[in-house]
């Protein structure tokens, strides 16, 4: 009698033991890819560029502002005064100034 429900136990420990092993396998690769393709698909190759120069060059004396906290006539003359902060060339500028304009 005593073995059996010893059995019984273990039978019941290894039976939750693969429900929950099936679950989180289950889980982790379907949700993790999806998380992160998915800003990645919105920008071209292009503007993911200019996304990463903006993180690079504009964080370095405060925090990121985010595109949206100012209009594109606002951004224009502080790209101006910050292009000379940061010390970017034109051509860096201006795929920075496309990213920001993308998010608009
Ligand atoms: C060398 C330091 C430095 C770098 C690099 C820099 N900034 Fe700034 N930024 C400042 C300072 C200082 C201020 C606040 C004074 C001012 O507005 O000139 C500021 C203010 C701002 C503001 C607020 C402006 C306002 O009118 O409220 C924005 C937006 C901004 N920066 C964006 C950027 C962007 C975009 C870049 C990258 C191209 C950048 N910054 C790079 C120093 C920097």
Request: net charge positive; proline share 6%.
């Amino acid at each position: 009698m005593k073995k059996y429900i010893i059995l019984t136990g273990l039978a019941f420990a290894l039976a939750s033991c693969g429900t929950k092993k099936t679950t989180a396998v289950a889980a982790t690769p379907v949700a993790a890819p999806v998380e992160e393709k998915a800003p990645a698909v919105d920008l071209t190759p292009e503007l993911a560029e200019g996304k990463n120069l903006y993180e690079n060059s504009c964080a370095r004396c405060h925090k990121l502002y985010e595109p949206q906290d100012f209009s594109k006539e606002d951004w224009a003359p502080i790209l101006v005064r910050m292009q000379k902060k940061a010390k970017l060339d034109d051509v860096k500028m201006a795929s920075i100034t496309k990213y920001i304009h993308s998010q608009l």
